[in-house]
């Protein structure tokens, strides 16, 4: 069990792990993911929602549902010391709720 999930904020965290980092993609989702042994059993991620989803309303509701997979995602168990960006596609407003846990779920497992 991690000690701390924490949220990434600053720009080079976020181009820190495309860069170095593996992609994932699925159909409404893509998920960046890096190994780094100094986050002492923590867990970091961030959220992207880009303006080719559309406004700020569907940015945000984008967000949202991220933020909930996450947490009904049980990342917890999948290891520690690990940051992920999860970033939205368009199709992530026609997809069921429970396809996109799977979805993640099986990112998440690679």
Do not use: C, H
């Amino acid at each position: 069990m991690p000690n701390k999930i924490n949220i990434l904020k600053k720009r080079s965290d976020f181009l820190n792990i495309r860069l170095k980092g593996s992609v994932y993609k699925s159909n409404s989702l893509i998920l960046q993911k890096l190994f780094d042994e100094k986050l002492n059993n923590s867990i970091r991620i961030g959220y992207t929602a880009t303006k080719k989803l559309g406004n700020a309303v569907k940015r945000n509701r984008a967000k949202r549902l991220m933020r909930e997979l996450i947490k009904d995602s049980k990342i917890y168990d999948k290891g520690v010391n690990f940051s992920y960006v999860l970033i939205a596609k368009k199709s992530i407003f026609e997809t069921p709720y429970k396809k996109l846990k799977e979805e993640l779920k099986n990112l998440l497992d690679k």
